[in-house]
C-alpha cells in the first residue's frame, strides 16, 4: 500500500515539487495545505502516513502545526522544510517533534532519501 503524503507549504509552486517527487517515488500525495491552521485541519481530516511542513508560513508557522498535531497524534511523522540559513528555526522544529529536514531548493535524492528514513 502507498504511503500516504501531506504537503504543506504556503508557496504552490514548492507544494507542487514536492508532490511531483514523490508521486513519481509511488508516494500518494492525499492532500496540500499552504498554512500550519490549514496543515492541522487536514491532518486530522486525512490521517497521513507523513506530513511535509514548511517552516515560514502565514496564520500557524510550520514550528508551532508540528506542536498541534504531535499534541493529537504523538507518533506523526513530520518533515521539515526550510530555506538555507534557518538553522535555528530547524532546531527548534526537530525539538519540536520534526524527524529530519529538507532545505530549499529541494534535491529530489535529499527528498527522497529523508521520506524513506522517516517512515522507515
Request: aromatic letters at 4%; hydrophobic letters at 65%; glycine letters at 0%.
Given at each position: 500500500?502507498?504511503?500516504k503524503v501531506l504537503i504543506v507549504d504556503d508557496a504552490?509552486?514548492?507544494?507542487?515539487?514536492?508532490?511531483?517527487i514523490l508521486s513519481k517515488n509511488g508516494y500518494d500525495v492525499v492532500g496540500e495545505a499552504e498554512n500550519g491552521l490549514k496543515a492541522v485541519e487536514k491532518y486530522q481530516e486525512l490521517k497521513p502516513d507523513l506530513t511535509t511542513m514548511d517552516i515560514t508560513m502565514p496564520e500557524m508557522d510550520g514550528i508551532a502545526a508540528v506542536k498541534e498535531i504531535k499534541k493529537m497524534d504523538a507518533g506523526a511523522i513530520i518533515i521539515?522544510?526550510?530555506a538555507m540559513g534557518q538553522q535555528?528555526?530547524?532546531?527548534?522544529?526537530?525539538?519540536s517533534g520534526a524527524r529530519d529536514f529538507i532545505v530549499k531548493p529541494f534535491q529530489p535524492?535529499?527528498?527522497?532519501?529523508?521520506v524513506r528514513k522517516a517512515v522507515g
Open positions: 500500500m502507498a504511503i504552490a509552486f514548492m507544494r507542487m515539487m514536492i508532490k511531483d521539515m522544510c526550510s535555528a528555526m530547524v532546531i527548534e522544529a526537530i525539538q535524492d535529499r527528498v527522497l532519501e529523508a
